[in-house]
């Protein structure tokens, strides 16, 4: 199928571009290209073309959870409201919270995501028929857990055209017990897989871990091999500067998921953003669950990891608009292993989104990288083009049917928490 959009505006050239795609890949960005034979024209006249945003770290299935328990610390959230719940959930309920998710994602201009939850095939159903990118791995908390990782790699990896990836998921160094995550650690070689876990969390976490092993949990990941494979580290708050040293030897393994809306709500603290980058790490961002968030939209993220990072420091340079929107996209496919994506130039996959500029909000056009970091709040996103199938077209919906995914998944939550 061939797709070309017309009279598009691109985030650091001045003028109008037309970008033909072809076969899942953009073949060409230019001035008055003409449509193939039989191709479909989207008409993009005051719209921004960008790259997809990639929502580095995850937990889909949890809109069924949006709201059910908030303003409260992290450990007690965990223990005594979300895993009491989540011990009912089905197969059946993690695809609907799925979908409502991937239908949020679509809406706010994710087009690909990092899962980490359960019920694998549930959460593979409900990548592949949204449409979107996704990589995907199922939680390890205990050995039995460690004995479907290799169907779910048989299965899954690479599937849907390569748009599904797997990884390996050990939750924490705090729920697993040491011989399973040795073991995600020899899986994760074998395979050549990312694993993808929380490290670093809160001050409770490395409390517990210095009293267990008289490391820091950086220390203890370390020691455990974890940076030797290549890791999706999600958090990576309590990181000191010894931990850094620790952490420097292996900078090309170990990719870092920025989440300032969850840290910020549960009071995890601050992740060194600024000392990460300087560092030469490579920096994502990603939302954490809907229910610790609770919102998966990205252009809220990517403003407030900015606003952040720069309170942080005390200098108003630091994270710029264009770094971060670059965490949004580039770097967070490097951290999902997104072959070719994160970029809008030809050669590259076919994940575009379109911003709608008739906007009060986004009007003057000064800077487009600020409009898109500062002002817009991704209620803007037109269009939707992923691996070159048109996902939303003029704000509706092409693929997903909207009315029954929140009536399903709002049937699914109740009977979740009833």
């Given at each position: ?6 009279q ?42 960008l ?100 169907s ?92 850094i ?14 989440n ?54 005390g200098?108003a340079?630091?994270?710029s ?33 379109l ?27 037109k ?13 509706q ?22």
């Amino acid at each position: 199928m061939s797709i070309i959009i017309k009279q598009s505006q691109l985030v650091n050239i001045e003028g109008s571009f037309d970008i033909l795609i072809e076969n899942s890949y953009i073949k060409k960005i230019g001035t008055n290209l003409d449509a193939p034979r039989g191709a479909k024209v989207i008409k993009a006249r005051d719209c921004l073309a960008l790259p997809g945003l990639i929502n580095a770290h995850t937990h889909c299935a949890m809109t069924l959870l949006r709201g059910y328990a908030d303003d409260m610390p992290l450990m007690p959230w965990l223990h005594g409201k979300i895993w009491p719940a989540e011990s009912k959930l089905t197969a059946n309920s993690i695809y609907w919270g799925s979908l409502l998710a991937c239908l949020e994602m679509i809406r706010s201009g994710t087009t690909g995501y990092a899962d980490m939850y359960m019920r694998i095939d549930s959460m593979v159903k409900a990548a592949a028929e949204s449409g979107l990118r996704a990589s995907l791995g199922e939680v390890i908390f205990k050995s039995e857990d460690l004995l479907r990782q290799e169907s779910a790699i048989a299965n899954w990896q690479g599937s849907y055209d390569n748009r599904i990836q797997i990884m390996l998921a050990p939750h924490s160094l705090y729920a697993c017990e040491e011989q399973v995550l040795r073991q995600a650690v020899k899986i994760a070689e074998k395979t050549d897989l990312h694993i993808h876990m929380h490290l670093a969390e809160t001050l409770a976490e490395t409390k517990t871990i210095w009293e267990q092993q008289g490391k820091s949990p950086i220390g203890y990941a370390e020691s455990l091999g974890f940076f030797q494979t290549s890791l999706l580290a999600a958090h990576m708050v309590q990181v000191s500067p010894e931990d850094i040293t620790t952490m420097r030897p292996f900078q090309n393994q170990i990719n870092i998921a920025f989440n300032p809306h969850s840290n910020m709500k549960l009071v995890s603290g601050m992740a060194p953003i600024n000392s990460f980058y300087q560092e030469g790490f490579n920096v994502a961002i990603g939302t954490d669950g809907p229910s610790s968030n609770n919102s998966l939209n990205m252009f809220s993220e990517m403003k407030t990891a900015s606003l952040l990072a720069k309170m942080q420091c005390g200098d108003a340079t630091a994270l710029s608009a264009d770094l971060a929107l670059q965490m949004a996209t580039a770097n967070g496919a490097k951290a999902c292993r997104f072959e070719g994506v994160g970029y809008l130039k030809e050669g590259a996959k076919a994940d575009i989104i379109l911003l709608d500029l008739n906007n009060p909000s986004l009007q003057p056009v000064h800077n487009k990288s600020s409009l898109v970091v500062y002002s817009s709040a991704g209620s803007n996103v037109k269009t939707m083009v992923v691996d070159g199938q048109i996902l939303m077209q003029d704000y509706q919906m092409t693929i997903l049917d909207e009315e029954k995914i929140i009536f399903e998944a709002v049937r699914a939550a109740k009977a979740l928490t009833a």
